[in-house]
């Protein structure tokens, strides 16, 4: 049984995610940081129904305090399945925007990217198999006002992937991103109404996180061992 850990796994997309790396036979980690009671409802409900879950609590952005987290384990096993998708909205134009909401947008999606995934890569390396797969963003490819913090995140987990993908190819171990559009996730509802989906998505509708799910469920298998450093869109024909 293959160990995934899916960062920010209680929310919209990891839960979706969580939900189908379990049913396809993975011990999954749900990482969670503010939505603990949402990780242990989701790992109960994985159990109930056949699976293997448990839940991880730690702050990505705290560097030691995801490192002792993450040493046990990696002692016992390896993690050779991670999704990457931590990462938080703080929204305003740029001339408006505060240092904070640069920085703590930054510190999640491409600080926490490096705090999870750094420890794991040696012990992944040993078994000369992975699969790194990082959530971005419809807004790292063409960008979008309000989020020029959001984008330069999600944008450097983009040149992020196909260096690290380089460096580990030989090894067994891909490295893909996954960019998501409008996903009707509690997230997006609040953003996007229907006219707006409508006028933005040509396929005239939200995606639904499942089909984000199926998505990394593909790249986290055997069948997509030839498909590294890539940033696969998943957002109905927007771009």
Known sequence: MKHALVTGGSGGIGSAVCR???ADGCHVFIHAHRGADAAHALAEEITAQGG?????????????ATADVLKPLLEQNPIQI???????????????MRAEQWHSVID??????????????????RTRWGRII???????????????NYSAAKGALHSATKSLSLEV????????????????????QDTF???????LVPMKRAGQPGEVADLVS?????????????VISINGGMI
């Open 20 to 22: 189908r790396l379990a």
């Open 52 to 64: 293997s879950a448990q839940v991880l609590i730690f702050d990505v952005t705290d560097k030691t």
């Open 82 to 96: 991670l999704v990457n998708n931590a990462g938080i909205h703080d929204d305003a134009v740029f001339p408006g």
């Open 108 to 125: 999640v999606s491409l600080h926490g990217f490096f705090n999870v995934t750094q420890p794991l890569m040696m012990p992944m390396i």
């Open 134 to 148: 990082n959530i971005t963003s419809v807004a790292a490819v063409a960008g979008n006002r309000g989020q020029v």
């Open 169 to 188: 190819a030989s090894r067994g171990i891909t490295v893909n991103a996954v960019a998501p559009g409008i996903i009707a996730t509690p997230m997006s």
């Open 193 to 199: 109404d229907a006219p707006t989906i409508a006028r």
């Open 218 to 230: 593909f790249l986290a298998s055997g069948h997509a061992a030839y498909i590294s450093g890539q």
